[in-house]
């Protein structure tokens, strides 16, 4: 069983939506942090938001106000709401679960999904 899921990927255009699940197994549940990262071709994998176990949560600065993490227990699922999309969005998302210590840099995760592709089109 792979310990994270991720769906919800697609194509859209400028100044539209997308949601992003991530279906979390009994291996990454009880996690500190849930987090978000995504990787543009030829970029960096750079984070993009996290939630922590007690509900505190932050965003990298270029989605701030755009974008919303969050997290369904009942359904062990993390989310990410995706709003007013731009061209620079465009990317494979990953979901994330690690801990103790959270942020948005990748050394606080251990736990990976395989990732799926946004594609925000002008």
């Known amino acids: 069983q792979m310990p994270l899921v991720e769906s919800g990927g697609g194509s859209v255009q400028a100044g539209g939506s997308l949601r992003l699940s991530c279906a979390v197994s009994r291996y990454a549940y009880g996690r500190t942090c849930m987090g978000w990262f995504r990787q543009a071709p030829g970029k960096e ?3 993009v938001a996290y939630l922590t176990r007690d509900g505190s949560m932050n965003y990298a600065d ?4 755009r974008f919303t993490i969050s997290r369904d227990y009942a359904k062990s699922t993390l989310y990410l709401q995706m709003n007013s999309l731009t061209p620079d969005d465009t990317a494979m998302y990953y979901c994330a679960a690690g ?14 999904g395989q990732g799926t592709q946004v594609t925000v089109s002008s």
């Open 99 to 112: 801990g103790p210590s959270c942020g948005l840099d990748s050394v606080h995760y251990n736990y990976w």
């Open 62 to 65: 270029s989605v701030k106000g």
């Open 45 to 47: 994998r750079e984070g």
